[in-house]
């Protein structure tokens, strides 16, 4: 099958691009002409590191026919590329989140809708076979209720490497549009969909201060569900350039009748590199960007609907945009019904 990856602006293009080209069943192709002249990490310079087939243009990655896409532009850009690859008949997988707005997230699921495509938000967490237990675990009663879950979903900054993280008009924020859609999701699966009732927030620019973003670089987002739980996300780019991984993420899930703890990234093995006088992690468990993948690619090929999919990737934006309404006011945000 024949899989396009448009725009290598968000920091998982790499991975994905190389996790496809090693593919028997793909023919892969690439595109990211919105790229910054001579930057190494985009655009021809990318793909010809990488060993990829590369277009100039976005008219000719869609001249071709095309049964999947990946989405992997900034944020404010998902919706033009994902009607495009509708309208060229592609399944498509689109980078978290979704979109910045609700307007933007809604047109691309109606897009997909009309051209009879899946669409597919990327969260790769799910596909963890740690999180598949937890979810057993909630499912068959073994936990009791869920009462509470403090998740953290910390990193170094992307803005350090990728500076339109800390545009608000290319991201729609900083930390807490970027880490917190992740938990949020995990606890939409928790919850069976149940949709969150209340959010507050509180952000600050503490963090990396020397960079002049004008995005939040630290958050708590609080949300309280329906059925009683509630549920505390520290979303930070906490972790310093220098930190030995990229980031991680973790849930706590207290229940009536046991606490678990999840850990998506546990640390296998940890040292010091002499070679750059820096400690070294390396991580366990599942490769959660392949299992993704791997489920996407099934469906297209199927045809059957993707899971997580867009209203999935709609219900986890509502989150956000409620934290950012709350920082805005100051006060716990309603969610509609």
Known sequence: ??????????????????????????????????????????????????AVPYAESWDE?????????IVTSENARHRRLVERAAAAGAHVLCEKPLATTEADARAV????????????????????????????????????????????????????????????ELAGGGAVMDHTVHIADLLDVLLDGEQAAEVYAQANTVLDADLGLDVETAGLVTIRYPGGTVAAIDCSWSHPKDHPTWGGLTLTCVGERAIVELDAFPRLLDGFDT?????RWESGGD???????????????????????????????????????????????????
């Open 1 to 50: 099958m024949r899989v396009a990856v448009l725009s290598f602006a968000h920091v998982h293009a790499a991975t994905y691009l190389t996790l496809l080209r090693d593919r028997d069943d793909v023919e892969l192709v690439a595109a990211d002409p919105d790229a910054p002249p001579g930057d190494p990490d985009r655009g021809r310079a990318l793909a010809e590191r990488l």
């Open 61 to 69: 990655v869609f001249a071709q026919p095309l049964d999947a896409a």
């Open 287 to 337: 490769d959660l960007d392949a299992a993704m993948l791997d489920a996407f690619l099934d469906a297209a090929r199927t045809g059957r609907r993707p899971t997580p999919d867009g209203e999935a990737g709609l219900r986890s934006l509502r989150v956000v945009l409620a934290a950012y309404e709350s920082l805005r006011t100051g006060q716990p945000v309603a969610l509609p019904d």
């Open 109 to 168: 699921i109606d897009a997909c809708a009309r051209a009879g495509v899946g669409l597919m938000t990327a969260y790769p967490v799910r596909f963890g076979s740690a999180f598949a237990a937890l979810h057993r675990a909630v499912s068959d009663g073994s936990l009791g209720r869920l009462v509470s879950v403090h998740g953290a979903n910390n990193g170094s900054n992307p803005a350090r490497s990728s500076p339109w993280f800390g545009s608000r």
């Open 275 to 279: 070679t750059t006088a820096r400690a």
